[in-house]
């Protein structure tokens, strides 16, 4: 939450925040170029424990039950991510414009992990490490496309994708969901590492 606090300050506070990136080798220097390289890792590691807590959680719960409140607890936050973040990021409440960020990409995650929590743990660990080490493979055909991806492609993939619904909607996706997924499910199946019996930590894989 600190390091996350960090970037949101850089953000809104830096004098070039808006106009050059602190990624920039000519124009930055050491300790601006830190506080982006550290907060990289704010997104993955939310994920990556909201997945480790939904499997904490699931031991108070069967699996039906699980996939219930992960659908319905995803369902809410993809909601707040486009009535609520929208409307506070842009002041539009014809909602012309609307973001599909960070808390978006959780909200989608667990939608689909609830369906997945169903399948063996083996089958459903292979699925986490498929997506996390070969997702990038799909940036081969979206390049091919020179950025004219649908809607589809670009909640799945896309990477800062602005898709146009109608003359006067557009959906700016800064988070598509599926490498995000990925990182979720690893986030469950690590989540058997931190079963407690006997009070011993004890990994049941």
Not at 77 to 98: C, D, G, H, Q
Not at 119 to 141: C, E, K, M, S, T
Not at 175 to 180: D, Q, T
Request: a positive charge; glycine letters at 6%; one cysteine or more.
């Amino acid at each position: 939450m600190v390091i996350m606090t960090l970037d949101h300050t850089r953000d809104f506070f830096h004098i070039n925040a808006i106009t050059d990136q602190p990624t920039n080798m000519a124009t930055t220097s050491p300790i601006l170029f830190f506080t982006r390289w550290i907060t990289h890792f704010c997104a993955p590691t939310f994920v990556f424990l909201s997945g480790m807590s939904a499997f904490l959680n699931g031991q108070k719960k069967n699996r039906r039950q699980l996939s219930s409140f992960l659908l319905k607890r995803g369902a809410w936050l993809i909601i707040a991510e486009i009535v609520i973040m929208s409307l506070a990021l842009t002041f539009n409440p014809f909602y012309n414009f609307v973001f599909l960020q960070v808390i978006w990409a959780i909200g989608i995650s667990m939608i689909l992990l609830a369906a997945l929590i169903h399948l063996p743990f083996r089958v459903l660990y292979g699925i986490g490490l498929l997506i996390f080490f070969a997702h990038n493979l799909l940036d081969y055909p979206e390049a091919a496309k020179m950025g004219n991806i649908n809607l589809l492609w670009g909640i799945v993939h896309g990477r800062n994708a602005m898709i146009p619904l109608n003359p006067s909607h557009v959906i700016f996706v800064t988070y598509s969901f599926l490498p995000w997924t990925g990182l979720m499910i690893l986030g469950y199946c690590c989540g058997k590492l931190f079963i407690q019996k006997k009070n011993i930590i004890a990994c049941r894989f």
